[in-house]
Nanobody
Framework: QVHFVESGGGLVQAGGSLRLSCTAS????????VGWYRQVPGREGELIAR????????VYADSVQGRFTIFRENFANTAWLQMNNLKIEDTAVYYC????????WGRGTQVTVSS
């Protein structure tokens, strides 16, 4: 069973930046598309960014396009989400997973954006 560990969240003012990281256990990371999700209490989780196994084919949700960048390093089993120009509506718990081969969810990392 794959396990993800997300980190890097915190409290930041609107307009600020954060970089989240996600490290996966196991040895299949390099074969999978990786995605970042976020969830707000009472709302469905949202896939906001994904990146192909080769580090290309990035796709972003409209809500984060132009502000967030996803990248990965396969030898480290790690993916990152660089978040710039954060908005209050970006406040959520952020998770990573494999969009086309979902496995168990990690604990996520809380991002809180204040005005």
């Amino acid at each position: 069973q794959v396990h993800f560990v997300e980190s890097g969240g915190g409290l930041v003012q609107a307009g600020g930046s954060l970089r989240l990281s996600c490290t996966a256990s196991g040895n299949t990371f390099r074969t999978k598309t990786v995605g970042w999700y976020r969830q707000v209490p009472g709302r469905e989780g949202e896939l906001i960014a994904r990146i192909g196994r080769g580090g290309d084919a990035e796709v972003y949700a409209d809500s984060v396009q132009g502000r967030f960048t996803i990248f990965r390093e396969n030898f480290a089993n790690t993916a990152w989400l660089q978040m710039n120009n954060l908005k209050i509506e970006d406040t959520a718990v952020y998770y990573c997973n494999y969009p086309f081969a979902k496995t168990s969810w990690g604990r996520g990392t809380q991002v809180t954006v204040s005005s």
